[in-house]
């Protein structure tokens, strides 16, 4: 049985929603449920205590630059001052030991959380935010950033402002889209800011370094380009801070708290959108491992023809091998017009077929002039089991090799869930002597769920298509296109892509303009004339050199 990528249901996001719950409420809540981790002013503190600034007495608050200030008691310090130690002792003894109600609803509150973001990715980002490693793998980057950012603040002094938040969201924009880097940024932002009881000017700027980026990042050809968005983030929300202080109609000395260096809050603020982006740079095989993506550079590699898996089809499935290639063009074309992965979609096409090398002669492209097909001795539904194992076959053949999964998917996917309209057609004709359904003569794959892979499935069977058209035409082109794309959607086939109304109108733009150009009509040389009037054939040309022919030229100007 075919084994394709596992979509998420409702069931698995109620499970993963309260896993995720589960770990942040014991998170966000193991200094208060520990004992030892209990801060007394007079000994050193065992971790670094936060008290939100509203909790502080009006007496006791501090502002900064503007801005309202925690009391922070550092990790391994002791408080001196005698009001400090008021406040932290009533701090602690008012949230220890936390009631079963607060932890109920913490609980509730990173449930819904979790649930909503595995939801809007299962309904609203796309196929691939449907499959089941996508939303777990997300979930797993997202859990261990803000998982992170609690041990920063729990172990160390640094200002909140710098912690690096903005990482997942640019692998979500670089391997998914902005819907999903966006959705990310904001769950990240919810959980990390519950650390510090959403503090205003807090959650401002966590908000505006981790939808920054979704912004600011639109360059995925080159992922360098991280770094440009993760400091172009980084400015906006301390542009954001600074509105905020001005909003509370307090001033914010921006250059004398610049000239602060080590206590500045605005360079805190920038200092956490660029270790965003250096991060997301450093780190891309952890998130490629966990969602389960490939890096340009592994589709660079499995672009090279000398590739062992393309030798194998361009000496066994010759035919099969060209018409791969001639794929390879049209859908990189087609999915660079629609600004889905270009170089992900030619790598799909060169290796989407590879299941065709067990018996190549099922396939009429690998026969030569005159030789006979097989199915002419086969029965139609033989025919149609023989034809449908090459997805199988392919699928194998590839995860044997180590293929990337997303380079595989193409594999199961370039056929769908479709019928084999031929042979079960000719069944239908023989009287169903079998009383078999269609579902007999379905490939048994999995619709495309992927723009790219939609884009493959359109063009594998429009290409097909095209090679038949005698005396090529506009408008029999046009036929061909229209008439492909609309028995998928008649068939629900592109249900699941994420292709929009748009999309498919600009694919059958190019794809039409396209196909013009590859079979237009030539004109004929003059040998062919002949030789189609049976005519005696024109000599052929002899050998000249270079020199010959700069020779013949200087005496025709003499």
Known sequence: MLRTRLIAGRTSGLILSAVFASVFTLASQVEVVLEPLRVDPMRPAPVTLRVPSSYLPTEAKRTRR?????????????????????????FERERRPPEGSTLTGIWISYFVIAYIFLAYLRLFTGGRGGLLRTQAGLLVLIGATCLAAKLLLLFTA??????????????????????????????ITLVCASFLSFAMPVVVVYLATTLGVVVFFYDRKHSTHMLVAGTAAGLFAALALISVALARGNEIDVIGDVASLQGSILLSTIAGGMLSGVLGLLLQRIATAALGVVTRGKLQELTDVDHPLLRKMAREAPGSWQHARAMANLAEGAAAAIGADALLTRVGAYYHDLGKTIQPKYYVENLVAGELSPHDDLEPDV???????????????????????????????????????????????????????????????????????AILMLIDAIEAAARSVEEPSREKFEG???????????????????????????????????????????????????????????????????????????????
């Open 383 to 453: 025919s149609a089991d023989a034809i449908m194992a090459h997805v199988v076959e392919g699928v194998r053949i590839l995860r044997e090799g180590g293929i990337p999964e997303p380079v595989v998917e193409f594999a199961y996917t370039h056929h769908g869930t479709s019928v084999i309209e031929y042979f079960w057609h000719k069944y239908l004709e023989s009287g169903n002597p079998k009383g078999l359904s269609d579902a007999a003569f379905r490939y048994p794959g999995m619709r495309p769920r992927t723009r790219e892979t």
């Open 158 to 187: 640094l200002s909140p402002f710098i912690l690096p938040l903005a990482t997942v969201p640019l692998w979500a924009a670089l391997y998914f889209n902005r819907a999903t880097a966006a959705a990310s940024g904001l769950v």
């Open 66 to 90: 503007g801005l309202p200030q925690p009391l922070v008691v550092p990790r391994g310090e002791v408080v001196n001052e005698p009001q400090s130690q008021r406040i932290v002792r009533a």
């Open 480 to 558: 061909v296109v229209q008439r492909v794309s609309n028995v998928k959607l008649r068939q629900g086939q592109l249900d699941e892509s994420g292709l929009t109304v748009e999309d498919l109108r600009i694919l059958q733009s190019t794809l039409i303009d396209t196909l013009c150009n590859v079979y237009h009509n030539r004109i004929k040389y003059p040998w062919q004339d002949k030789n189609d009037d049976e005519q005696t054939q024109l000599p052929v040309p002899g050998v000249a050199t270079e020199q010959d022919v700069a020779r013949e030229r200087s005496r025709e100007t003499t």
